[in-house]
Nanobody, 120 residues
Framework: QVQVVESGGGSVQPGGSLRLSCAAS????????MSWYRQAPGKERELVAG????????NYADFVKGRFTISRDNAKNTVYLQMNSLKPEDTAVYYC?????????????WGQGTQVTVSS
């Protein structure tokens, strides 16, 4: 069955680093546009980074450019988000999203999220 599972969250001090993992089952991440979103309490989900299926094009939100890196490991069917120079405002639940559309069918999968807390 199709499933997306995030892991790697935790608590870290400002300036620290975390690597989030998005493990997929039931589908192949290389055939999907994969994205990381985050949501802080009382706020809407916002896009953090994305990587397309075709060509591996990458896009980042301005507030994470130079600090975060999204990558895909096709052999492990996993997408990562390397988070460096973390700031308190990065505190949120981070979600992995997979999207594909072909022949009129849309596929949109979300994980359960992993908590990232940045505090001193």
């Amino acid at each position: 069955q199709v499933q997306v599972v995030e892991s790697g969250g935790g608590s870290v001090q400002p300036g620290g680093s975390l690597r989030l993992s998005c493990a997929a089952s039931g589908f192949t991440v290389s055939r999907y546009a994969m994205s990381w979103y985050r949501q802080a309490p009382g706020k809407e989900r916002e896009l953090v980074a994305g990587i397309t299926s075709a060509g591996g094009r990458i896009n980042y939100a301005d507030f994470v450019k130079g600090r975060f890196t999204i990558s895909r490991d096709n052999a492990k069917n996993t997408v990562y988000l390397q988070m460096n120079s973390l700031k308190p405002e990065d505190t949120a639940v981070y979600y992995c999203n997979a999207v594909a559309r072909r022949w009129g069918d849309e596929y949109d999968y979300w994980g359960q999220g992993t908590q990232v807390t940045v505090s001193s």
